[in-house]
């Protein structure tokens, strides 16, 4: 039986970890930072539940069941689970998350050198995804072009960088903004800025991309797949949570040389070009291209696998039409990406959690459905309001301000909740059905 040793492991956390650290990641806790100020450690106990705790626990449950999103939403019903995978790989691929890499990449790590023009941009985005399209060619590669070879050099980068923040402050701990005045605002407020990352969603994708990694190291035993992924779940989750605890401690020291900055590229770049002068620049480049790389590649890789199982083409045709489509949206900025995401991530995410939490209890079911169904349905059209509300088409309902959580973005969890208790029950009272009939 073929089985992983210490330094293979390592190996797969690194690629676990690299997969994840991508564009938000590191220009989001900043910006949470700056805005938490004197509150910064309620904010980033908050960034990190959803930017650490949620990928954590979806990898997980992913490994539970031995599969991946389509594997996931089996209970749900053919038709409703196309859907939410469609739009889950949608977000985290060519439409948001994939092109996001390339802005911030380009916004942090070349247009301080070269400028930023629509030229500029153009030009990079086709080098870029020229590269992430060559590495998710050969996805059987994964380990040894990531884990082996690129990570290390991130994580000696991400090193200096973290260690700088706690020892090399920029200034004084700053008033917190309006939205972080109190610990329980600003632990809200760094609990949804956590979605911003879209790691929970990316867990979903990623969880089978670890998963066949380890099958392309030889390991064969079922058993051995959900231990290895939660083993490497766990160095990653590490790794981004002394990530994230650093960058917000950078952003809320960091508010006399940025104090009005609007995105982290400006905090960052400023940090930076304070503490180490031009050099500095150089390292910073350096981090935010090798993260936004490997992020890239495993999101085109994945949505490659997944596509090409409900589209009559293959998996190279479409890494190829995935690197494309991604490459003309980067194109729109990354101002314009962030602003039409956040109704979307307000849409999705509490449906992806629901989905995540009732897998976790799935054993508890006599029939799986006539839970999921009821609960997921009602975290949909809570989740089409704050989406509707983020955009700002509607007002949200009078009642549903007022519930637990409201003011955090979180008015969803009380009727999900509700809707899982009463599901529970009444699959309790009800009859087990045939054998045949169960999902």
């Known amino acids: 039986m073929t089985t992983l040793k210490t330094q293979d492991l390592l190996a797969l956390g690194f690629m676990t970890f690299a997969l994840f650290l991508g564009a938000g990641n590191i220009i989001f806790p900043p910006m949470v930072g700056l805005a938490a100020g004197e509150h910064l450690w309620s904010a980033a106990l908050g960034f990190l539940l959803t930017g650490v705790g949620l990928p954590l626990i979806t990898v997980v449950a992913l490994a539970r069941v ?33 092109p996001r890499t390339a802005t911030v990449s380009f916004a942090l790590g070349v247009a301080p050198f070269v400028g930023d023009s629509p030229w500029s941009l153009g030009i990079y985005t086709v080098v870029y995804f020229g590269l992430v399209m060559l590495l998710s060619l050969f996805p059987g590669k994964l380990v040894d072009n990531i884990g082996k070879l690129i990570t290390p050099v991130l994580i000696l980068a991400l090193v200096v960088l973290g260690g700088a923040a706690f020892m090399l402050p920029a200034g004084e701990l700053m008033a917190s903004a309006p939205a972080y005045l109190s610990p329980d605002l600003a632990l809200g407020q760094g609990f949804v800025q956590g979605y911003q990352t879209m790691d929970a969603l990316a867990a979903l994708v990623f969880g089978i991309v670890i998963v066949n990694a380890i099958k392309d190291s030889g390991v064969q035993e079922p058993r ?5 992924t939660i083993i490497a779940a766990l160095i990653a989750a590490t790794g981004l949570a002394l990530v994230y605890v650093s960058l917000i401690y950078l952003g809320a020291t960091s508010g006399s040389l940025t104090p009005d900055a609007t995105t982290g590229v400006k905090i960052l770049t400023s940090y930076v070009q304070h503490t180490f002068g031009p050099w500095g620049m150089v390292l910073l480049a350096v981090v935010i291209l090798l993260a936004c790389l490997t992020t890239g590649v495993g999101l085109v890789s994945a949505c490659a696998a997944y596509f090409s199982q409900l589209l009559p083409y293959s998996y190279r045709s479409m890494v190829v039409a995935v690197s494309l489509l991604s490459m003309a949206i980067a194109n729109q900025g990354l ?17 992806s959690i629901a989905l995540v939490a009732l ?28 989406g509707a509300k983020t955009a700002g088409l509607v007002d949200a309902p009078q009642w549903l301000s007022t519930l637990p959580g409201a003011a955090m973005g979180m008015a969803w969890l009380t009727p999900v909740l509700a809707a899982l208790l009463l599901a529970a029950a009444a699959d309790r009272v009800l009859p087990a059905p045939a054998a045949a009939a169960q999902v």
């Not at 051995?224 to 290895?228: C, G």
């Not at 006599?366 to 059209?381: D, N, T, W």
């Open 335 to 351: 101002e314009q990406l962030i602003t039409v995401a956040e109704p979307v991530l307000a849409i999705i995410y509490p449906v």
């Open 224 to 228: 051995l797949h959900q231990r290895y």
């Open 359 to 386: 897998s976790l209890l799935s054993g508890l079911w006599k029939q799986a459905r006539r839970v999921y169904a009821p609960v997921m349905g009602v975290a949909l059209v809570l989740g089409l309001i704050d």
């Open 66 to 98: 031995g599969g991946g999103l389509q594997t996931i939403t089996t209970p749900i019903g053919r038709v409703a689970g196309l859907l939410l995978g469609v739009a889950v790989y949608l977000t985290i691929g060519p439409l948001f998350a994939t």
